[in-house]
């Protein structure tokens, strides 16, 4: 599997995330309820967006240079980070609730570049095999086990 077709799996389940924190920040009146939607969201997001880091984008920056869309989505990833922490630090509800918006609104936006532009720009520049290669190591790093790549497809197979 390719690494990119990977991302757009975690950017599906991200997708959901981030509905049900704005649906949470609109209707709640709790700011620990909010803290809470918000704290999950920030656990994947960032796990998310050191997995790009770590394994596209540093693979990117000989083909399409550190500026240009890699320095746009750098600079959103950092921006994301920071408005993270502002929520995390945010002690009045009304503030909160403007930080997620603002947060979700760059996150998701974010997302579209890299579903639109840049996973499309890593497949003409890396090609499928190497796509492929680093899909593994996102299955490794993430715990997921590939069909026919581990031994429980193995001994399914023979027992059957
Ligand atoms: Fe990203
Ligand atoms: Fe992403």
């Not at 720009?121 to 299955?139: C, I, K, P, R, T």
């Amino acid at each position: 599997m390719k690494l990119t077709d990977a991302l757009l799996g975690e950017h599906a389940v991200l997708h959901d995330l981030f509905g049900h924190v704005r649906e949470t920040a609109a209707k709640s009146g709790d700011i620990g309820e909010i803290r809470g939607a918000v704290a999950v969201l920030e656990r994947l997001l960032l796990s998310h967006a050191r997995t790009e880091e770590t394994l596209l984008f540093c693979q990117l920056d000989s083909h399409l240079g550190q500026v240009g869309p890699l320095g746009v989505m750098r600079a959103e990833h950092r921006g994301i980070d920071d408005l993270l922490a502002a929520a995390g630090s945010a002690t009045d509800i009304a503030a909160l609730k403007a930080t997620v918006n603002e947060l979700l609104d760059l996150a998701q936006g974010h997302f579209q570049k890299e579903e639109g532009v840049l996973f499309g720009m890593a497949e003409q520049v890396l090609g499928e095999a190497a796509l492929n290669e680093l899909g593994d190591q996102w299955a490794t790093a993430r715990g997921v086990i590939l069909a026919g790549a581990g031994p429980a497809c193995a001994g399914s197979s023979e027992a059957g």
